[in-house]
């Protein structure tokens, strides 16, 4: 049975940090691609970063520089380190796998997604 877990997430002020965490179990991260999304309320789900199964990575423009994404194949961990918090990357935030992708082109059809983790970023 596959399970993505999220944590991490929470309040801070703006300019601070967080690093949310994805711990997978069913699959193994060296064969699988790895994603980051967020949602807030009344829009749709945009995706974020992702990480390749070689650990090839992208970054969405609006957080590059700030956001980084990684992953450790022993832990079978993914992670999102996230610095320079603006009030605008408030959101819920949700960890994603697929069996495949092609990072040059952002396409990631999503297989299995984790509950969210909410962050919140005051001003």
């Known amino acids: 049975q596959v399970q993505l877990v999220e944590s991490g997430g929470g309040s801070v002020q703006a300019g601070g940090s967080l690093r949310l965490s994805c711990v997978v179990s069913g699959y193994t991260l060296s064969n699988t691609c790895m994603a980051w999304f967020r949602q807030v309320p009344g829009k749709e789900r945009e995706r974020v970063a992702v990480?390749?199964?070689?650990?090839?990575?992208r970054i969405v423009d609006s957080v590059k520089g700030r956001f980084t994404i990684s992953k450790d194949n022993a832990k079978n961990t993914v992670y999102l380190q996230m610095n320079s918090l603006k009030p605008d990357d408030t959101a819920m935030y949700y960890c994603?796998?697929?069996?495949?992708?092609?990072?040059?082109?952002?396409?990631?059809?999503?297989?299995?997604w984790g509950q969210g983790t909410q962050v919140t970023v005051a001003s």
């Open positions: 990480i390749s199964n070689l650990a090839d990575t």
């Open positions: 994603a796998a697929a069996l495949r992708c092609l990072i040059s082109t952002w396409n990631f059809p999503v297989a299995n």
